[in-house]
C-alpha cells in the first residue's frame, strides 16, 4: 500500500514539475515561506501514507469517515455566530449518519486512520495559508510541497514500487490515481482556498458525504436508505446556513496596520477667558 502512496505522490510531482517549474518560484521564497512548503509537503507525504496504510485494515466508509472529524473541528473554530453554531449542529449529525462512523477493527488500522484525519486538519490549515500566500500563487506553492512530499515519502514507500517498474499497467494506473487524487483535487482546493474563509471552506468539505450519495443515486443507480436521505438533508442544510464572517485580504491588513494614526481634523479651540 506504500507503493501506491509513492506512485501518487510522484506522478503528482512529476506533472507539477513539468507544468509549473516550481524551483523557480521557490528561490525567489524567504525562509519563513520555504519551511511552510516543505512543511506541508511532509503533511501530505505522511498523511498519504497514513491513508492507505489505514484501508488495507478498515473498510474505507470507516477510514472516511474519520476523517470527517477533523475537519468538522476546523469548522467549529470559526463558528462565531449563532447562525453557524446551527449549522454545525446541523452538519455533524448529518456526517455521522451518512458515514455511519464505526471504530471496530483492528487498534492499528484506527490509530492510522485518525492519524490520517488529524493530518487532514493540518493540510487545510497549512494549505489555507500557501493559498493566501503574497509571494507566490497557491498553485506553485502546491508544486513545491508535492516534489517535496515526492523526497519525503520515498523513504517509505520507495521500495515498494521496484517490483512494479516492469509493468506498465501499474505504472500507468499509478499515474492515473496521482492526476486524479493530487492534481485536479488539490488544484482545485487551492483555487477554492483562495477565495474562502478557512471555517467556510472546511464546512463544505463536509458537503462530500452527501455529494457521493447524489453521484450514487444518479450514476450507479444506488438509492439510499431513509436514514442516507435524512444525513443529506441535514448536511445540505448546515452548509445553506452557514455564513461566511468578512475577511480581510493581507494586504489590507498590513495597509491599515501600517497607516499613521488619524490627526486630530482641526485643533482643539482655545480656553474661553475667565471673566
Known amino acids: 500500500m506504500l507503493g501506491v502512496a509513492w506512485l501518487r505522490i510522484a506522478s503528482a510531482a512529476l506533472v507539477f514539475a513539468l507544468w509549473r517549474r516550481p524551483w523557480r518560484a521557490f528561490a525567489r521564497l524567504d525562509r519563513e515561506a520555504r519551511r511552510l512548503l516543505l512543511g506541508w509537503g511532509a503533511v501530505l507525504a505522511v498523511m498519504n501514507a497514513c491513508f492507505y496504510l489505514a484501508i488495507d485494515r478498515l473498510p474505507l466508509g470507516t477510514v472516511a469517515a474519520i476523517e470527517f472529524l477533523p475537519v468538522i473541528a476546523l469548522a467549529a473554530l470559526g463558528a462565531r455566530t449563532p447562525r453557524n453554531g446551527l449549522a454545525l449542529v446541523l452538519a455533524v449529525p448529518g456526517v455521522y449518519l451518512l458515514t455511519g462512523v464505526r471504530l471496530e477493527g483492528e487498534p492499528l488500522g484506527v490509530a492510522l486512520a485518525f492519524g490520517n484525519a488529524v493530518l487532514f486538519a493540518v493540510y ?114 448546515g452548509v445553506a446556513l452557514h455564513r461566511a464572517p468578512p475577511e480581510q485580504s493581507p494586504r489590507a491588513a498590513r495597509a491599515e496596520s501600517a497607516a499613521p494614526p488619524a490627526r486630530a481634523s482641526a485643533a482643539a479651540p482655545a480656553p474661553a477667558p475667565h471673566s
Open 124 to 237: 487545510i490549515v497549512l494549505a489555507h495559508r500557501v493559498a493566501r500566500h503574497e509571494e507566490l500563487s497557491g498553485i506553485d506553492g502546491l508544486a513545491i510541497s508535492m516534489l517535496a512530499a515526492a523526497v519525503f515519502v520515498t523513504p517509505l514507500g520507495g521500495w515498494e514500487v521496484v517490483p512494479a517498474l516492469g509493468d506498465p499497467v501499474a505504472l500507468l494506473a499509478g499515474v492515473g490515481v496521482g492526476v486524479c487524487s493530487s492534481v485536479v483535487p488539490y488544484v482545485s482546493d487551492q483555487l477554492a482556498m483562495r477565495r474562502l474563509p478557512r471555517a467556510t471552506y472546511a464546512l463544505l468539505v463536509s458537503l462530500l458525504p452527501a455529494t457521493a450519495t447524489v453521484i450514487g443515486v444518479a450514476v450507479l443507480a444506488q438509492v439510499p436508505s431513509l436514514t442516507e436521505v435524512a444525513g443529506v438533508a441535514l448536511v445540505i442544510a
